[in-house]
C-alpha cells in the first residue's frame, strides 16, 4: 500500500473526538494517522474522507455515519466498533483486526478488505456493489444478500456464517471454508466449489442451494456419508 509524500503525519497520540475535528480542519484528505488511539471515541458524523490510519486502534469507536471514503487502513484494531450507516465507497482494508463489527446499512461500494479478521461482523442491509474480500476470516458473520456473483472467493473462512440469500452464482472459490454455514436462499449455480470445505453441509442442503454448482467426488462422498451411504 503506498501513500503519498504530502500526507500531513500524526503519531503516537491517543485523540478525542474534539482534538481530531481541529487535527482535520475540513476533511481527512492528506492526513495520516499512525500508531494512534482513538479506542471508546464517539466520533459519528465526521469527515474523515481519504484519511489514512496504519496500526491504529478504534476498540468499541463510534463511527456511525462517518464519511470514510477513500480511506485506507493497514494493521489496525477496531473490535466492536460501529460503522453503522458510514460511506466506506472504495475504502481498503488492510491486515486489521474488525471482530465483533457493525456495518449495518453501511455504504460498501467498491471497497476492499484484505488478509482481515471479522468474526462476528455484522453486514445486515449493506450498500456492497463490488466489495471484495481475500483471504480474511469471517467465522460467524452477517452476510445475508451479499453478492459474489461470479468473484473469484481467494481462501474466505465462511464457517457458521449466515449466509442466506447470498448470490454466488458463477463464483470460483480458491481454498476457504462453508463449514455449517446458513445457506439458506443462497445460490451458486455455475460456482466452482470443489476447493472449499464443506464440512457440516448436508445433502439436504446441497440440493436446496447448490444445484448447478460442481463439487469433487470427494467432497460428493462426504455428503453421501452424512447419510450413512458408502462411496466405493
Known sequence: ???PHT??????????????????GGDGDGTRFEACAFDGEDLSGLDL???????CTFSKTLLEK????????????AGEASFH????TDASLHRCDLNNTSWVKTKLASAKFVEVKL?????REARTLGLTFHESVLVGADLKGVSFRKQT???????????GGCDFRDAVFEGGSLR????????FEGADLRSVDLGGLTVTSLAQSFKGSVISQEQAASLLSGLGVKVI
Open 153 to 163: 472467493i481467494e481462501r474466505l473462512n465462511f464457517s457458521d456464517a449466515d449466509l
Open 66 to 77: 462517518c464519511n470514510l471514503s477513500r480511506t485506507h487502513w493497514l494493521g489496525c484494531k
Open 49 to 55: 474522507r481519504g484519511a489514512q490510519f496504519v496500526d
Open 7 to 24: 500526507a500531513t503525519l500524526h503519531t503516537h497520540r491517543t485523540l478525542a473526538r474534539a482534538e481530531l475535528v481541529a487535527l482535520l
Open 85 to 88: 450507516l458510514a460511506d466506506l
Open 119 to 123: 468474526t462476528g461482523a455484522q453486514f
Open 180 to 187: 455449517n454455514a446458513n445457506l439458506k436462499n443462497a445460490r
Open 1 to 3: 500500500m503506498n501513500y
